[in-house]
C-alpha cells in the first residue's frame, strides 16, 4: 500500500438545521468543529446551510427549474468526505435531513465507466445535537442511507450531543465543549481522514 499520509483531501458539510443563515445554529456549530479536527489531518472543508437552498422534493439527481441540489451535488461529489449534521427533533432528524436522504436515493442510478456508484470511495460522517434523546437512532438512520448509497463509515463515524432530558439549554449556548464530545470528534476525523485516504489509494472494485 503506498504512504498516503500526505495526500490533500477534500471535505464537504452540510448542515440540515431548520434555521436559515446568518441564525445561530448548534448543528452548524458542530459540523464547523468536524471540519476543524478535519484540517488537523490535512483536509480542506467547506460548510454549507441546506436550508439556504431550494432542494426541491424528488427522487432525481436534477429536479428541474429552481432546484439547488445539483450544486449542492457537485460539492457532495467533488469532495472525499461527506458529512450531514442535524438536529433532533422530536427524536428525529431534521425535515431537511430526510429531504438531502430522498435526494441521495438518486445516487444509486449513478455510475461511472466501470459501474462504480459515484459515491464508491467517498467517506461520510454524521453530527447530531439536539436537547432530547435520538442521536443514536438518527446516526443509525445515517449511516444506513448513506452506506446503501454508497459512501463508506469510518470506525466511530458519528459525533453527538444530547442536552439533559427536558432541558431549554443549546449546544451552541455551552460555555465550553463537553470533553467527550470533543474526544468523539477528534477520533472522527482522524479514522475518517485515515480511511478516505487508502480509499483514494486503492478504489473499490469495478
Known sequence: MPDTAAVPLKAFALTCSLKSSPAESSAELLAQQVLDA???HD??????RAVDYNIAPGVETDMGEGDDWPQLRQKMLEADI?????????GQ????????????????????DEGRLLTYGKVAAVAVVGNEDGAHKICAD?????????FTLAAGAGTYWNGQAMGSVDYKDLDET???????????????????RQLKAAKYPA
Open 43 to 48: 483536509v480542506t472543508g467547506e460548510l454549507l
Open 93 to 112: 432528524m431534521s425535515s431537511i435531513a430526510n429531504r438531502i436522504a430522498e435526494r441521495l436515493d438518486a445516487e444509486l442510478s449513478e455510475k461511472d
Open 38 to 40: 478535519l484540517a488537523e
Open 178 to 196: 463537553p470533553e467527550a464530545v470533543a474526544t468523539t470528534t477528534k477520533t472522527l476525523a482522524a479514522n475518517a481522514a485515515h480511511l478516505a
Open 142 to 150: 445515517l449511516y444506513q442511507i448513506l452506506n446503501d448509497v454508497g
Open 82 to 90: 461527506f458529512i450531514i449534521a442535524t438536529p433532533t427533533w422530536v
